[in-house]
């Protein structure tokens, strides 16, 4: 099975802050790497696919960049309404989520 | 409007059965291959099992392989997950997405609101 660790699990930030997240593969997954946003209580939001593909209606803020095991994703500047959890998800083979990071204002 | 309703959720005791359901519209789902995933309290996603448009194909996570079924009915727009021998720790919201086609392997571009599903005696 392939794992995915993402780094870190939590991050203080502030509203203007350039933000950036990483996950990292157990084997080389080529571009098959997703980001999703989760706030409290609702389902998660598609935000990059294909590693760096930004989903219809994502701000552009939000990048993703990276390919065989090591990826990232980038808030290029903070926005009350990002502040949220982060979860990266492989789709090479079957699907594995990442274990969250926790974007919380500092 | 893309929309997913997922229904049958509630209080079971350990060692017991639920069947999940997820209403799909607003797409032509048969096209779609369609995902179940969960979120146990307090705790991150994780990816259950999978199912192709046509339904000829499944995939089910090691943790639920045996237990759990996927399965769909595209004459009634829906999707399903039986859960058989259900135990403590299959406590979640149980959520159906829809697969993206854009490009292959793409995600999940939408989801349900999830139905709540809890084990205990």
């Known amino acids: 099975d392939i794992q995915m660790t993402q780094s870190p699990s939590s991050l203080p930030a502030s509203v203007g802050d350039r933000v950036t997240i990483t996950c990292r593969a157990s084997q080389s997954i080529s571009t098959y790497l997703n980001w999703y946003q989760q706030k409290p209580g609702k389902a998660p939001r598609l935000l990059i696919y294909?590693?760096?593909s930004l989903q219809s209606g994502v701000p552009s803020r939000f990048s993703g960049s990276g390919s065989g095991t090591d990826f990232t994703l980038t808030i290029s500047s903070l926005q009350p309404e990002d502040f949220a959890t982060y979860y990266c998800q492989q789709s090479d083979i079957a699907h594995t989520f990442g274990q969250g990071t926790k974007l919380e204002i500092k | 409007e893309v929309q997913l309703v997922e229904s049958g959720g509630g209080l079971v005791q350990p060692g017991g059965s639920l069947r999940l359901s997820c209403a799909a519209s607003g797409f032509t789902f048969s096209t779609h291959w369609m995902s179940w995933v969960r979120q146990a309290p307090g705790k991150g996603l994780e990816w259950l099992a999978n199912?192709?448009?046509?339904?000829?194909?499944?995939y089910h996570v090691d943790s639920v392989k045996g237990r759990f079924t996927i399965s769909r009915d595209n004459a009634k727009n829906s999707l399903y997950l039986q859960m058989d021998s259900l135990r403590a720790e299959d406590t979640a919201v149980y959520y159906c997405?829809?697969?993206?086609?854009?490009?292959?392997?793409?995600?999940?571009?939408?989801w349900g609101q999830g139905t709540l599903v809890t084990i205990s005696s």
């Open positions: 199912i192709k448009g046509d339904g000829t194909y499944k």
């Open positions: 294909a590693a760096s």
């Open positions: 997405a829809r697969d993206q086609i854009l490009v292959a392997k793409g995600g999940q571009d939408y």
